[in-house]
């Protein structure tokens, strides 16, 4: 059985193993990180700042989240409650060395921008599925953070100076979240007053979920391929 879903597996992890940087940290960046030693505050600001800016998975699902909200105290509530989820599970993860298997983590992140698409849509509402939105994004919020925490977890940093690096990394990942949380509403903005918004509303979740579906079936591939 397991073999069969190896085989059919095999194929999507081939075609897309730009996927696995999604929430990885790669290169000179992780040798950097495993090699590390001592408070480096600055450089490890910056690398939070940029995984959050390129991990598309983190992207999407924000995306998602502020599609339909219009007021910035809407927005703000429920980016702040994702930050404490995604902080509060990448400090634990690291600092406690709680760990998981990390392509299960992430397929549950793949999972949460399908969830957020199909919210977006109203499925769950025609499902009879009536779950508070804000809940869900902490929720998600915890997975999202658990998704990095076992990445940096892998690379086996330096216990000297361990804790003021990982605060000043969930710091630089905070400011990366605000300055592309930033752009996306910009451009949100700019297509909120075109008459195609609501036309193409659907259409647009429906690939946001479609990408979800994509991020979950990598994870599931790597997992039965590992």
């Known amino acids: 059985m397991r073999t069969g879903i190896r085989f059919a597996c095999a194929p999507l992890a081939v075609l897309l193993p730009s996927l696995a940087l999604a929430h ?4 000179a ?4 990180l ?7 505050i600055a450089p490890f600001m910056y690398l939070g700042a940029k995984h959050m ?6 992207l999407l699902y924000l995306a998602g989240v502020i599609f339909f909200l219009y007021r910035l105290k809407d927005i703000a509530w429920y980016v702040t409650l994702f930050a404490l989820g995604h902080s509060l599970t990448l400090l634990l993860g690291v600092l406690a060395g709680i ?3 990390a392509y299960i983590v992430d397929a549950i992140i793949g999972l949460s921008v399908v969830y957020k698409a199909l919210e977006n849509i109203g499925a769950l509402k025609r499902f009879g599925l009536r ?3 804000r809940a869900a994004v902490l929720l998600f919020g915890l997975a999202h953070g658990f998704g990095l925490s076992t990445k940096l977890q892998d690379l086996s940093l330096s216990e000297d100076g361990l804790v003021g690096n990982m605060v000043a990394f969930n710091g630089g990942v905070e400011l990366g979240q605000f300055a592309a949380l930033a752009l996306i509403l910009i451009a949100f903005q700019a297509w909120r007053r075109s008459d195609s918004f609501y ?19 990598y994870q599931v591939a790597g997992y039965y391929i590992a």
């Open 24 to 27: 990885g940290v790669a290169g």
């Open 29 to 32: 960046d992780a040798q950097f």
């Open 34 to 40: 495993a090699n590390a030693s001592g408070l480096q």
């Open 53 to 58: 800016v390129t991990g598309y998975d983190h």
């Open 99 to 101: 760990h998981a298997n």
């Open 131 to 133: 779950i508070d939105s």
């Open 199 to 217: 036309r193409t509303a659907y259409a647009a979740n429906v690939l946001l979920m479609a990408a979800g579906f994509v991020l979950f079936g």
